[in-house]
């Protein structure tokens, strides 16, 4: 990241491995970079922002994949973000998914990038926005974010996206039933997919029923599709009412909402920059190992008046 | 939470509706309850803080009633900590886990509390531990902190723990593979519930293997034990490991890594609160919204030097 400015204009030009530079230095933070941001900001182009999220074994990768097919028949560039949670151990099963995207390697119109969520809580969810703008500037639109994992920190992924998808599968215990419910909180369009197993239609009744229930939210409620991403079917539908999404993504109350939780990320993810860089952490750190301060009190002595 | 240090008294002193009330300032982040923190901390007992977490489906819910009756016949007062995921539609299936603690509903040694995690990311964390000083304060030992779901946010709750249980599961898909090893890089001791399915040792096996393969972070790899929650089996010998790893677990440096993150928590938490208190918030908002700003270089304009 010698020269940002140079890469920035070589990824935007449409050079696939400068982009790929970016990329990197945007998801290690490099410092140099920093100072790059407000320029990729302004070289965004307004792709569609689409975060793809839901519990595990929902399909969302070959969803994601079907979603790049259909894109490709309509014309569009596609860039794809894959969230995955970090881990020494989990190459294996997360690179088994990116292995069904290998449809589109060759395929110059897509970009797919791969991330690893650090376990730096709120740290993830604005690097990928960051990589996002990135690709918009580079000309791909839609700019699909995939989630894998549906804990708070995936929600808030999603939360981020102009229109957020949620895919749910027929018939799930208990405890996946209350992940899902958590989801459709964050739904602007919900899936039901693998719609070909049995009790798709009684899941897409019951899913209508809870959005009808909630109220408040949900002025019109989120259009619920039934999917099976494996052979296509629905999948033309699908993409019909993510770009119906679109507009009303961009009014006023969305868009603020969308900055308000972008803004409070990024405050979070500067603040524990500055606070580890202070003179004083590792001693106020060892303060609160034994026991002589509480956390709370020790941040707001770090933070200052 | 008028009068927030009689209330603790009155909660140190065993008065059971007045630690439920002084819980309920903590989860509401009471500002009269902020001036109590430092009084909270003080008057903790050193009880053991155990996170029990693990992948949708586990039976984490049922491990901990086990574990409740098994530490109960050790003449032990057991605390619980629930933290489940918050949303208008999830009453229904947390209540019917939460159903299943009925069994020490008149027991007058246990005290459980359910918490709801309100999307806030990284407030969670911070109250969930304040709640476990709490009962800490009030005279229970151990305090088991329960997570439904494993995201991002649950992984950080689990990390705040003293000694952290992952609970495994025979025969899952491959995300679900995904996030229990995931979950691995936070467990002190491992246990594979259900115990009765088929496939139970293979999956022990293949979990010590993946331990082994880790090194690092692991000196001594987390034991691994089997247990079948519903019938009891296999409970006494994971009461045994966890305490166990009492001592081991206030050593200076797993003591060092638990205050490192509940500092970063905090400091997230508080600097994101007076952010949102800044007469410029509202303003800075709209310019992201408007795209005239990026969320990075606002955080920083907000943060000021």
């Not at 791969?114 to 604005?126: D, F, K, P, T, V």
């Not at 301060?293 to 002595?301: E, G, H, M, S, V």
């Amino acid at each position: 990241m010698a020269d940002g400015p140079a890469l920035l204009t070589a990824a935007v030009g449409g050079e696939r491995r400068a982009l790929a530079r970016l990329l990197t230095g945007i998801e290690n933070q490099d410092p140099a970079f920093r100072e790059l941001l407000p320029r990729i900001f302004a070289a965004t182009r307004g792709a569609h922002l689409v975060g793809v999220t839901g519990p595990p074994g929902a399909g969302k990768s070959t969803l994601v994949t079907a979603l790049t097919r259909e894109y490709r028949t309509r014309g569009r560039r596609v860039g794809i973000v894959a969230v995955d949670p970090s881990s020494p151990y989990t190459g294996g099963a997360i690179m088994g998914d990116r292995i069904r995207m290998m449809e589109h390697a060759a395929d110059r119109e897509v970009f797919m990038r791969s991330m690893a969520s650090r376990g730096e809580l709120g740290g993830i969810a604005a690097t990928t926005w960051l990589v996002a703008a990135a690709l918009d500037a580079a000309g791909y639109d839609p700019v699909l974010v995939e989630t894998v994992g549906a804990g708070q920190a995936e929600l808030e992924v999603a939360r981020l996206a102009e229109t957020t998808v949620v895919v749910e599968v027929p018939e799930m215990g208990d405890e996946i039933q209350a992940i899902k419910a958590g989801l459709l909180e964050v739904a602007d369009v919900v899936v039901v997919n693998k719609a070909d197993r049995p009790g798709a239609e009684r899941s897409a009744r019951q899913l209508r029923a809870m959005l009808a229930g909630a109220g408040g939210r949900f002025a019109a409620p989120p259009p619920i599709l039934l999917t099976v991403a494996t052979t296509g079917d629905g999948i033309g539908a699908l993409v019909d009412a993510i770009e119906a999404d679109r507009e009303r993504a961009r009014s006023a109350d969305r868009a603020l909402a969308r900055a308000r939780n972008q803004l409070l990320r990024a405050v979070a993810e500067r603040s524990r920059r500055r606070a580890e860089a202070r003179a004083e952490w590792e001693a106020t750190v060892a303060e609160i190992a034994e026991h002589r301060l509480d956390p709370i009190t020790a941040a707001d002595r770090l933070l200052g008046k």
